[in-house]
C-alpha cells in the first residue's frame, strides 16, 4: 500500500509544504530524472516553481533519506524514491538513459573490496556504463561488409597515395572503362 506523500514528510519531520509534495511526487513518477526534467514536471503540476526551489526540496528529501541521489560522472545528479536498498544502476552513454540493476550479489555492500584499509564498508556504489538496447547496434547489422573496391594495379603507388580517398560506401563502378585493347591512361 502507498505511503500518503505528505505522511511521509511528517513522519521525517519535514514540513509539508506543496512543492516539496509535488517534487517527492515528480521523483516517485520518474525515476533518475534530473532536477530540470523534474522540474518542469512539478510545474505542469502545480504551476511556477523556481529550479533553486526544486533544487532546495531535493537537497531536504535527500537529507532525510526520503530519496536517492545519484551523481554520476560528467552528467548531473539523477533522484529517485527508491532508497534502502543497495541497487545499482545502468548508464548508457549515448543517450543518458539510466535504469535500476539489482545488487551484484546480495545485501550491502554487495561487492567485497579486496582491502578495507580499516574503513566500515556499508555501501557499494555502481554504475555499469554502455550502451542501451536503442543505442548499441542492431543485432546482425554489424559490422557492415565492405564494398568491394577494385584495386587500382595501373597506377603506381606514389599517385596512389595522393589521389583523392575515395569513400568505402562509393561503388567502384565510376572509375574510367577501359575497354580491352585500349591503352589504359598513364599519369605523369
Ligand atoms: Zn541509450
Ligand atoms: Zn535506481
Request: aromatic residues 2%; glycine residues 6%; hydrophobic residues 40%.
Given at each position: 500500500?502507498?505511503?500518503?506523500?505528505?505522511?511521509?514528510?511528517?513522519?521525517?519531520?519535514?514540513?509539508?509544504?506543496?512543492?516539496?509534495?509535488?517534487?517527492?511526487?515528480?521523483?516517485?513518477?520518474?525515476?533518475?530524472?534530473?532536477?530540470?526534467?523534474?522540474?518542469?514536471?512539478?510545474?505542469?503540476?502545480?504551476?511556477?516553481?523556481?529550479?533553486?526551489?526544486?533544487?532546495?526540496?531535493?537537497?531536504?528529501?535527500?537529507?532525510?533519506?526520503?530519496?536517492?541521489?545519484?551523481?554520476?560522472?560528467?552528467?548531473?545528479?539523477r533522484f529517485?524514491?527508491?532508497?534502502?536498498d543497495n541497487?545499482?544502476?545502468?548508464?548508457?552513454?549515448?543517450?543518458?538513459?539510466?535504469?535500476?540493476?539489482?545488487?551484484?550479489?546480495?545485501?550491502?555492500?554487495?561487492?567485497?573490496?579486496?582491502?578495507?584499509?580499516?574503513?566500515?564498508?556499508?555501501?557499494?556504489?555502481?554504475?555499469?556504463?554502455?550502451?542501451?538496447?536503442?543505442?548499441?547496434?542492431?543485432?546482425?547489422?554489424?559490422p557492415r561488409?565492405?564494398?568491394?573496391?577494385?584495386?587500382?594495379?595501373?597506377?603506381?603507388?606514389?599517385?596512389?597515395?595522393?589521389?583523392?580517398?575515395?569513400?568505402?560506401?562509393?561503388?567502384?563502378?565510376?572509375?574510367?572503362?577501359?575497354?580491352?585493347?585500349?591503352?589504359?591512361?598513364?599519369?605523369?
Amino acid at each position: 500500500m502507498a505511503t500518503d506523500p505528505a505522511d511521509l514528510l511528517r513522519r521525517h519531520g519535514i514540513q509539508v509544504t506543496a512543492q516539496r509534495l509535488a517534487v517527492l511526487r515528480a521523483v516517485a513518477a520518474q525515476p533518475h530524472a534530473t532536477a530540470d526534467v523534474l522540474a518542469e514536471a512539478v510545474r505542469a503540476g502545480i504551476g511556477a516553481i523556481s529550479l533553486q526551489s526544486v533544487y532546495d526540496a531535493l537537497a531536504v528529501l535527500s537529507a532525510e533519506g526520503l530519496i536517492r541521489r545519484i551523481q554520476p560522472a560528467g552528467s548531473p545528479a539523477r533522484f529517485e524514491d527508491r532508497v534502502g536498498d543497495n541497487h545499482h544502476h545502468l548508464m548508457c552513454r549515448v543517450c543518458g538513459r539510466m535504469v535500476d540493476v539489482a545488487c551484484a550479489v546480495g545485501a550491502a555492500p554487495c561487492l567485497a573490496v579486496a582491502d578495507d584499509k580499516g574503513y566500515e564498508i556499508d555501501e557499494a556504489e555502481v554504475v555499469y556504463w554502455g550502451r542501451c538496447p536503442d543505442c548499441r547496434p542492431r543485432a546482425g547489422a554489424s559490422p557492415r561488409p565492405a564494398p568491394a573496391v577494385p584495386k587500382r594495379r595501373d597506377r603506381p603507388k606514389a599517385m596512389r597515395t595522393r589521389a583523392p580517398a575515395i569513400p568505402p560506401t562509393r561503388p567502384g563502378k565510376k572509375l574510367p572503362d577501359r575497354r580491352p585493347g585500349r591503352p589504359s591512361r598513364q599519369e605523369r
